[in-house]
């Protein structure tokens, strides 16, 4: 008996298998999605897809070793099939699937074939033209999935390979820099007592602040390093009270040396956030000193923590009145290397990176708005330790 539902006409087929292909990046889920498309799409019962640089796929029967992927691929009938145009038959045997007629597809590429695409039905049965066509159809399709997942395996790769040597380059300079440190501190003191012309002493302390000021970027390269390699935080209760005011007390003298106002404006005492206190004490300090950075004199920059707007969350929110942030530039400037832009831009760009990566260890959010009247807000929202958001006597 036929059955009676309707077939999705080529145009059709060809459509729903875009859709399910455009959003694949991640190398494995590329192959894998793309093989059972491709063996839904030909109705065929089992299959491989094997392909340059990226990992292989089966489908219906169990994922060969490396070395027998190696000998799949270099089989004379695979290779000389896969090099055809559209879709060939392979000889009986030959590959590791049911049925007594696979099939053979080279998967093409910018540079010619990257792949071959294997497919088998069980039992008797064989590939229809219809399907063999529609399979020569979609192959384009497929090509360009692979492409675009191998692109982004690459790219993945160099960033790895470029977080890595950066972290190995932070954690030799950070040493010797460290010692420079230590012996301009050691000069000093040895020079206190003596009559040393004041300038001497005015160079001493610039050069301990640019030694300071390396040792803190190496820091942070070090620790989002740490962070994006997958570090897991063992959340305890902070005071979110006590650490805003702890940040401000240390910041407090480098605002009125820029003539910046830092306000402090507290938090319920019993509002508490569950995460690693030396880690937000190092978002919340570059948070706040990014405000420095950026009010101009004369300015201010306001600390809060307040109840979430969101069940069992705090938020703490930083604000300035500076240059503020174009909109187009407020998911960029939390990448590492970027600065947002203004007269007081410096530095490398990894502040607020390394705020979004500790946000993120926490489970929370991180995200910048326009301050009404000019400038900018940093908001954080972070888990409240124990779920309770410090407000419920405040209702």
Not at 59 to 77: L, R, S
Not at 160 to 174: E, T
Not at 190 to 200: F, K, Q
């Amino acid at each position: 008996m036929r059955d009676p539902s309707p077939k999705p006409s080529s145009t059709v087929a060809l459509f729903n298998l875009a859709l399910r292909l455009s959003p694949l990046l991640e190398a494995g889920e590329a192959t894998r999605v793309t093989l059972e498309a491709c063996a839904g799409l030909a109705g065929a019962d089992a299959g491989l897809l094997l392909a340059d640089e990226l990992p292989p796929a089966a489908y219906g029967v169990p994922m060969p070793d490396p070395a027998e992927v190696a000998a799949i691929a270099a089989t004379p009938a695979v290779r000389a099939t896969s090099q055809l145009i559209g879709v060939g038959a392979l000889p009986p045997g030959v590959v590791p699937l049911p049925g007594p007629a696979p099939i053979a597809a080279a998967i093409p590429g910018a540079q010619g074939p990257q792949g071959v695409l294997l497919l088998a039905r069980a039992g008797s049965r064989r590939f229809e033209r219809s399907a063999r066509t529609e399979l020569t159809t979609a192959l384009p399709l497929v090509g360009q999935t692979l492409e675009r997942a191998r692109r982004f395996a690459r790219l993945h790769r160099a960033d790895y390979l470029r977080d890595g040597v950066v972290a190995r380059l932070a954690h030799d300079i950070r040493s010797p820099l460290v010692a420079t440190h230590a012996a301009i501190e050691v000069a000093q003191r040895l020079l206190r007592d003596r009559e040393v012309p004041p300038a001497v002493f005015e160079a001493l302390q610039a050069g301990l602040r640019s030694v300071q000021t390396a040792v803190e970027l190496c820091d942070d390269m070090l620790e989002v390093a740490r962070l994006q390699q997958g570090f897991r935080i063992v959340p305890q209760p902070v005071s979110v009270a006590e650490l805003i005011s702890e940040i401000c007390q240390v910041l407090q003298p480098i605002a009125l040396q820029r003539g910046i106002v830092l306000t402090n404006q507290g938090a319920y005492p019993a509002l508490q956030v569950a995460g690693d206190e030396r880690l937000l004490q190092r978002m919340l300090t570059n948070l706040v000193s990014n405000g420095l950075r950026f009010a101009p004199a004369g300015g201010f920059v306001a600390v809060e923590g307040v109840p979430g707007d969101e069940p069992g969350t705090i938020l703490l929110r930083v604000s300035d009145n500076g240059p503020g942030i174009p909109p187009a530039a407020r998911e960029q400037i939390f990448l590492p290397f970027v600065q947002g832009g203004g007269e007081a831009q410096r530095g490398v760009g990894l502040g607020l990176a390394l705020c979004r990566e500790v946000v993120e260890a926490h489970r929370g959010r991180i995200w910048v708005t326009e301050r009404p009247g000019g400038g900018c807000v940093f908001v954080v929202r972070l888990p409240a330790a124990g779920g309770a958001t410090g407000d419920e006597g405040h209702r």
